[in-house]
């Protein structure tokens, strides 16, 4: 079953609207949530991430607020630009002996038209 | 550059092959992973090593076959794989004592198995 689910395989959006891009996971035990980046023929490029102790935590154009209560979290992109035409992973990350252990969802393909 | 270099970039093997997958990061990193990623499915973790020592097995096949011979290097030898074992294989780094920052990812190799 999965742990870390996106929903919705695509979201389109204008240039300079906001892009709101969702997240739902069942895991309780989970410390932190990332977002991933990724462009065709590239590997997934880490974008920001959110401690479980935390709802909001802010970098520039992106946002990313966890409602721990609901099990969700979103990353919101203002304003958005024709450049963050990527596909989306939202992860989860546990700790496991030495290592960080996380879990993605299926991704989200954004596509902001000019 | 990304820090972690995956080769090749793009294979196409037949079924009774032996081909490798190299991936080498200089990162100073101290954690590596395979991950697949098969279209519309999650990222998929493969093998974890955490200082040089496999950490983790998710049930994969043992026609996959990972080496860590030191920790800068990762590789996953592949021999008498089936067609839907076709997919984009990526590779990742991590510091493992800092939770929360993410891998790093290589570009991935994309294997067609024909």
């Known amino acids: 079953d999965q742990q870390v689910k996106q929903n919705s395989p695509s979201l389109s959006v204008q240039e300079g609207r906001i892009s709101i891009l969702n997240c739902d996971y069942t895991n309780s035990m989970f410390d932190y949530f990332l977002w991933y980046k990724k462009y065709p023929a590239e590997g997934p490029t880490f974008l920001i991430s959110?401690?479980?102790?935390?709802d909001k935590n802010e970098d520039g154009r992106f946002t990313v607020f966890l409602n721990k209560s609901a099990k969700h979290l979103s990353l919101h992109i203002v304003p958005s630009q024709p450049g963050d035409s990527a596909v989306y992973f939202c992860?989860?990350?546990?700790?496991?002996?030495?290592?960080?252990?996380?879990?993605f969802g299926k991704g989200m393909k954004l596509t902001v038209n000019p | 550059e990304t820090g972690v270099t995956q080769t090749p970039r793009h294979l196409v093997m037949g079924m009774t092959n032996k081909k490798s997958l190299k991936c080498e990061q200089h990162l100073g990193h101290n954690a590596m992973y395979w991950y697949k990623q098969s279209a519309k499915k999650p990222l998929e973790l493969m093998f974890v090593y955490s200082l040089e020592e496999r950490v983790e097995n998710n049930s994969v096949p043992s026609r996959f076959s990972p080496e860590c011979p030191n920790s800068s290097h990762l590789f996953l030898h592949l021999h008498t794989l089936q067609p839907e074992d076709s997919a984009l294989y990526l590779c990742a780094s991590s510091q493992g004592h800092r939770v929360g920052y993410g891998y790093t990812f290589g570009s991935g190799t994309r294997l067609t198995v024909v």
């Open positions: 959110i401690s479980s102790i935390k």
């Open positions: 992860a989860a990350s546990e700790r496991q002996g030495g290592s960080e252990k996380l879990v």
